[in-house]
C-alpha cells in the first residue's frame, strides 16, 4: 500500500493541485460561513469550472470544498446563533452560550480544532480502512438505521433534564415536522394542505435558521428593548486555547470522530445526522451531562469533530462501492462522472491514482484547513465589535435572504420566520427546542426505516428489532436510555425537593 | 418527576395531538398491504402528545389543589410589551415576503432592515440609513454576484 | 491585519477564477445575460436553413440541482451542441415543489425557443403524484435524447439467475419476495407494479429515496434483489458484486443481459427518457431546427464519452413519436397510482 500512497502523493504534489485544494477550502469555508449556502451548493457553484480541469484537480478542489463547508458553519453559530450550515446547528447550542460568557476563543478554536482533527481521522479511516468501512455501510439495512435513528431519539428524553415529559414532547413534536411531507412509503402527501412547497417537507436549512437565529434575534431584541441589554464582560476572550485545554478534549475528539466516521459512511446519514447523535451520546456519558447546552466545550468538540469526520466517512461509499453517501458526494461522483471516472470496486485496480490521489489531498485539505480557518476566525471575530442592534437586523435581512437562496422560493423565508416565532414561544413555554430539532434531524430516518424494515419483516415488529445484532443491540441500548433517563429526572427533581 | 404545570402547554399538546389524529384518518385506506401507513407514525406522535398534554394538566390540577405555587400571577400587560416588537417584525417581515419578488430584494431589504431597526428603537436616522443600505449591497454582492444565486430584481430589472 | 487578510483571500479567488475560466466556455449555473468567458471564443453559426435561430443564448431549465444526474447530462450535452448552435447553452436549476417550480417558469415562459426545459420521466412522474396543473402536456415535444436504462438486479450470490426464477418464486411464495425500489409513481416502482400484474404474482416492493439507496440495501443482502437504473449499479456490476438478471431496455453496451420482451414479457414497455421540451405555441420550425442541431451532439466524441460511461442508451425521437412515449409513461404510471 505504501507504494500506492506515493502514487497519490505524486499525483497531488504539483503547486497547481495544491493551490485547487487551498482554493477548495477557502471557497467552502466561506460558503459554509453563510447561512443557506453549505458544502453541497458550494461545490455545486464550481461544478461547471471543473470542466476544464483534470480529474485529479476537479476532485481534490472538491474535496477542499467539503472539507472547508463543513467547518465553516461554525464560525456564524458561534458568533451570532446561526448554524452556516445544519450539521453546525449542534455547535450553537453550546457555542454560542460559550461566546456569550466570553469564551469566544476558546469555542471557536476549539471548533477549528476539533474540526481539522475530525477530517484527519476520517481521511486515515479513509485510507486505511475503505473496505472494511463500505462492509459496515453495507451491513446497515433499514432495521438497523431505525434502531440508530431511534437510540438518537431517546436522547429527547434527557433533554428535558427534570422535566422528562416536556422532553419528549418535544421530540415528538420534532418528528412530527419530519413527517411533513411525502410520505416515504407511500408516496402521499402528509399535512401539506395542498402546499406544493411543502411536498419536500420543511427545509431543513430554513427550520434550523428559524429556531435558532431567529428566534435568539427576537429574544435579544426583547433584551435591548427590556433594558437587559447583555454586555460581554469586558473583551471577549480571544486567545488561542492553552495546550492543557487542548489535550483534555483529545479524547473527545476521538470520540465525535469515531461516530463521524461510522455515521458518514451510511448512505443514509450524514454530517448532520452524525453531529446529532455524537452530542447526545456525548452527553449521556459524561458525568456533567447538565451542563450541556450551558457552554460546555465539550459540546463544540464533539459535533464538529462529528460533522467532519464524516466528510472522510461520506467518500467510503462514494469511492469503494461508486454510490454517493450524501448530497456533496454525489456532487463529487458527478463530477468525477464527467471526467469518464467511473468509481466503485473497480477503481481501486484500474486507475489507483485516484482514489489514493484523493485520500493524500484529504489531508492536505484539513491542514490548508487549519490556517485558512485560523485567518478567518481572525477575521470574523470582528464581528463581535457591531452593535446589538445592527447585527439583529443584519442577522435577520442575513437569515432571510440565505433560507431564499438555498430554495429559490419565498415560501422559505416564510417557514424560516414561522420556526421563528414557534421557537421564541418554545423557550416561554419552557420545551426544550434542541429535542425538537432532534426529533426533526432523526425524524425521517426511523420511520422511513421503520416502515421498510416492517415491510421486510413482513409486519412483524420483533423482526425489525432482532433482524441483525447490530438492530438487537442498538434497540436494547435504546430502551436501557429511557429508563435510565427516567430514573434520572426522578432523582433530580427529588433533590429539588430536599 | 417534577413538572412545571403549564395548563397551557397540556392543552395545546392535546390539541396538537387531536388534530393530527384527525387528518391522518385521511388516510386509513392506505393501511391496507402493510401494517404501517402513512398515518402510522403521525398517529402514535399524536397518543403521546394527548398522553403528556393530559399528564400536564393532571399535574397542574394538583399542584393548583396544593395550594402550591406554581408560577407568579401572570403580568398581561408586561408580556403584551415583550411580545409587541416581536409581533412588528413578524409583520414587517410578512409584507417583506410578500412584496419581494414584485418590488425586488434591492429596495426590500433596506426597509427590511431599516424597520426592524426602528422597532428595536434605534431613532439615528442617518445611522439607520447607512446601515440599511449597506448592508444590503454586501448581501447582494455576496448572494447575486459572488454565488450566482438570482435574487428578485423586480422593478429595478432593466438596470440589470 | 484583516483587510490583508481578505485582500489574500480575494486575490486567491481572483487568479483561480482566471485559471480556470480560461479552460472551459460553459457558464456558471443561473444567470440568463449573455455572459463570455475570458479565453474563450464563440463559433458562428452555419445556417442550415434561412431561419434565423438561434440568436441570443438558451436557456435551459431543470427540475433537479446543480450536480444531480440529469444536470450534469444537460451540461454536457450543451457543452457538445455549442459548436452548432453557435450560442450559450445556459443550464438553469430550479429545483423545489418536487418539480413544480421549474415547469411551471417554463411552461410559461416565451415560446421563442429560447427557453426550454430539460426534463426526465420525472415530468410525467411529478404532476400525477403531486397533482400539479402543468403537465407534459403544457409543453411541445422537441426531442427525446436518450434512454436510461432500468435493470432489475441481485446480490452475486443470489440463487435467482433469471427473471423466471425471481417470477416462480414469487408464484410459490407470495408477498415474500422483497425487492427494493422507488417510491409510488416512480419508474422503479412502475417496473415493479406491472412485473407484477403481468406476470401474475405478488411481491413486497420496498421503496427507497433513491437508486443509489437501494443498491446498498441489495448489496448488504437486506432485500432479495432491486431494481434501478443501470448506471447507478454499473460500478458495482463490474466489480462482480452485482448481477443484472434483466433489463427494461436493450442494452448496446451489454448484449448479453436478457430483456424483459426476450424473457417473454414484452408487454413490459417502460422507457426512462431524457430529452428535452419547449412550451407550447413555440414555432415548428423552431423546433425542429433546434431537435436537427441536438442531434449532432452525437457525434461529439465526448459525449460519446460519456454516453458510454453513463450507460445511457442513445434514443432519437422527435415531435408524434416522443409524445406516444410520453402519454404511454403517463397512462401506466397513472395506473400504478390508483
Not at chain 1, 440508530?148 to 412530527?176: H, N, Q, R
Not at chain 1, 463521524?260 to 452530542?279: L, N, Q, R
Not at chain 1, 421498510?452 to 434497540?475: D, K, M, N, Q, Y
Request: hydrophobic share 50%.
Amino acid at each position: 500500500m505504501l507504494d500506492l500512497i506515493m502514487q497519490g502523493i505524486t499525483e497531488i504534489m504539483h503547486i497547481n493541485t495544491l493551490l485547487f485544494i487551498l482554493f477548495g477550502v477557502a471557497w467552502g469555508t466561506i460558503g459554509g460561513m453563510i447561512p443557506g449556502i453549505n458544502a453541497t451548493i458550494a461545490m455545486a457553484l464550481l461544478l461547471p469550472f471543473t470542466w476544464g480541469m483534470g480529474p485529479t484537480n476537479a476532485i481534490v478542489m472538491l474535496c477542499g470544498v467539503y472539507a472547508g463547508g463543513e467547518y465553516g458553519g461554525s464560525i456564524p453559530a458561534i458568533l451570532i446563533g446561526t448554524p452556516g450550515t445544519n450539521a453546525a446547528a449542534c455547535t450553537v447550542i453550546d457555542g454560542h452560550e460559550l461566546h456569550k460568557q466570553g469564551k469566544t476563543g476558546l469555542a471557536l478554536y476549539t471548533s477549528l480544532n476539533s474540526s481539522v482533527f475530525g477530517g484527519f481521522f476520517g481521511a486515515i479511516a479513509l485510507l486505511f480502512f475503505a473496505m472494511p468501512l463500505a462492509e459496515v455501510a453495507l451491513a446497515f439495512g433499514p432495521a438497523e438505521y431505525f434502531a440508530l435513528a431511534t437510540l438518537g431519539l431517546t436522547m429527547i428524553c434527557s433533554l428535558g433534564e427534570k422535566y422528562v415529559f416536556k422532553g419528549i414532547l418535544a421530540g415528538f413534536i420534532g418528528i412530527f415536522l419530519s413527517t411533513v411531507g411525502f410520505d416515504p412509503i407511500k408516496g402521499v402527501p402528509r399535512f401539506t394542505f395542498g402546499v406544493m412547497s411543502l411536498n419536500s417537507g420543511f427545509d431543513m436549512v430554513a427550520l434550523m435558521m428559524g429556531f435558532y437565529a431567529i428566534s435568539e434575534m427576537f429574544k435579544q431584541a426583547q433584551e435591548l428593548l427590556g433594558g437587559e441589554v447583555f454586555e460581554l464582560k469586558g473583551d471577549p476572550d480571544t486567545h488561542f486555547p492553552k495546550w492543557k485545554e487542548i489535550k483534555g478534549l483529545f479524547k473527545w475528539n476521538v470520540f465525535g470522530s469515531i461516530f463521524g466516521t461510522i455515521i458518514g459512511v451510511m448512505p443514509g446519514a450524514g454530517a448532520t445526522t452524525a453531529a446529532f447523535i455524537s452530542y447526545s451520546e456525548a452527553k449521556r456519558i459524561s458525568k456533567d451531562s447538565s451542563s450541556f447546552g450551558q457552554g460546555n466545550i465539550i459540546g463544540v468538540a464533539v459535533p464538529e469533530s462529528a460533522n467532519n469526520a464524516a466528510t472522510g466517512g461520506a467518500m467510503v461509499p462514494l469511492l469503494a462501492l461508486g454510490i454517493p453517501g450524501s448530497n456533496s458526494t454525489a456532487i463529487m461522483l458527478g463530477a468525477l462522472m464527467i471526467h469518464n471516472v467511473s468509481p466503485g470496486p473497480m477503481l481501486f485496480i484500474n486507475t489507483p491514482e485516484i482514489p489514493y490521489g484523493i485520500f493524500v489531498s484529504l489531508f492536505f485539505a484539513n491542514v490548508f484547513l487549519f490556517f485558512v480557518g485560523y485567518m478567518f476566525i481572525k477575521f470574523a471575530i470582528k464581528i463581535t465589535s457591531i452593535s446589538k442592534p445592527v447585527l439583529i437586523a443584519t442577522v435577520i435581512a442575513l437569515v432571510y435572504t440565505g433560507a431564499f437562496a438555498y430554495s429559490g422560493e419565498l415560501f422559505s423565508i416564510g417557514v424560516t420566520l414561522a420556526f421563528g416565532v414557534v421557537g421564541v414561544l418554545l423557550r416561554k413555554m419552557e420545551i426544550p427546542h434542541t429535542a425538537v430539532v432532534l426529533g426533526f434531524v432523526l425524524g425521517f430516518l426511523m420511520e422511513a426505516n421503520l416502515r421498510r424494515g416492517l415491510i421486510i419483516s413482513e409486519g412483524s415488529f420483533w423482526g425489525v428489532a432482532t433482524a441483525s445484532p447490530i438492530s438487537a443491540v442498538l434497540l436494547a441500548f435504546a430502551v436501557f436510555s429511557v429508563g435510565f433517563a427516567f430514573v434520572r429526572g426522578l432523582r433530580m427533581s427529588k433533590a429539588e425537593l430536599s | 418527576m417534577f413538572k412545571r404545570y403549564d395548563w397551557s402547554v397540556g392543552l395545546a399538546s392535546i390539541l396538537l395531538g387531536a388534530f393530527i389524529i384527525y387528518r391522518s384518518s385521511f388516510w386509513a385506506n392506505y393501511q391496507s398491504s402493510e401494517s404501517a401507513g402513512p398515518g402510522y407514525v403521525p398517529v402514535i406522535l399524536a397518543w403521546g402528545m394527548i398522553i403528556i398534554g393530559v399528564i400536564h394538566l393532571v399535574g397542574w390540577w394538583i399542584d393548583y389543589k396544593r395550594g402550591k405555587k406554581t408560577e407568579d400571577k401572570i403580568d398581561y400587560a408586561k408580556e403584551w410589551r415583550e411580545f409587541k416588537p416581536l409581533l412588528m417584525i413578524v409583520a414587517v417581515s410578512i409584507i417583506y415576503i410578500l412584496a419581494l419578488k414584485t418590488v425586488g430584494y434591492l429596495l426590500m431589504t433596506p426597509l427590511l432592515i431599516g424597520s426592524i431597526l426602528w422597532i428595536i428603537k434605534e431613532r439615528k436616522i442617518k445611522g439607520i440609513i447607512i446601515t440599511s443600505i449597506s448592508v444590503t449591497i454586501i448581501l447582494f454582492l455576496i448572494f447575486f454576484y459572488g454565488l450566482s444565486i438570482k435574487l428578485p430584481l423586480g422593478i429595478m430589472k432593466p438596470f440589470f | 491585519m484583516s483587510k490583508k487578510i481578505l485582500m489574500v483571500v480575494l486575490s486567491l479567488v481572483m487568479v483561480m477564477t482566471l485559471v480556470v475560466g480560461c479552460g472551459s466556455n460553459t457558464p456558471a449555473p443561473t444567470t440568463a445575460a449573455p455572459t463570455t468567458q475570458a479565453g474563450g471564443g464563440e463559433t458562428t453559426p452555419e445556417a442550415t436553413t434561412s431561419l434565423a435561430y438561434p440568436e441570443d443564448n438558451i436557456e435551459v431549465v431543470y427540475h433537479s440541482k446543480a450536480g444531480s444526474g440529469g444536470d450534469i447530462f444537460l451540461r454536457t450535452m450543451g457543452k457538445a451542441l455549442e459548436p452548432a448552435l453557435g450560442v450559450s447553452w445556459v443550464v438553469n436549476n430550479m429545483p423545489g415543489a418536487s418539480g413544480a417550480t421549474a415547469f411551471e417558469y417554463a411552461a410559461s415562459a416565451e415560446p421563442d425557443g429560447y427557453t426550454l426545459l430539460g426534463v426526465s420521466s420525472t415530468i410525467i412522474t411529478a404532476p400525477l403524484i403531486s397533482g400539479m396543473t402543468t403537465t407534459y402536456k403544457d409543453f411541445e415535444p422537441v426531442c427525446m435524447m436518450f434512454t436510461d436504462p432500468m435493470v432489475v438486479f441481485v446480490q452475486e450470490e443470489s440463487p435467482f439467475q433469471t427473471l423466471a426464477d425471481l417470477i416462480e418464486f414469487g408464484k410459490a411464495n407470495p408477498g415474500t419476495l422483497k425487492i427494493a425500489g422507488g417510491t409510488p409513481g416512480e419508474l422503479g416502482f412502475v417496473v415493479g407494479a406491472e412485473l407484477m400484474r403481468v406476470a401474475g404474482f405478488e411481491m413486497a416492493l420496498v421503496p427507497f429515496e433513491g437508486g443509489g439507496d437501494a443498491a446498498v440495501s441489495v448489496l448488504g443482502g437486506h432485500v432479495d434483489g432491486g431494481i434501478g437504473e443501470y448506471a447507478e449499479i454499473a460500478s458495482s456490476v463490474e466489480a462482480g458484486k452485482l448481477r443484472i438478471i434483466a433489463s427494461l431496455n436493450a442494452m448496446p453496451e451489454a448484449p448479453e443481459i436478457p430483456t424483459f420482451a426476450s424473457e417473454g414479457y414484452p408487454e413490459i414497455q417502460i422507457e426512462k427518457f431524457r430529452g428535452v421540451l419547449a412550451p407550447k405555441g413555440t414555432p415548428q420550425e423552431v423546433i425542429d431546427k433546434l431537435a436537427e442541431m441536438m442531434k449532432t451532439a452525437f457525434d461529439d466524441p465526448d459525449f460519446q464519452q460519456y454516453i458510454k460511461a453513463n450507460n445511457m442508451i442513445p434514443n432519437y425521437k422527435v415531435g408524434a413519436e416522443f409524445t406516444a412515449i410520453m402519454d404511454a409513461q403517463h397512462e401506466q404510471v397513472k395506473s400504478t397510482l390508483e
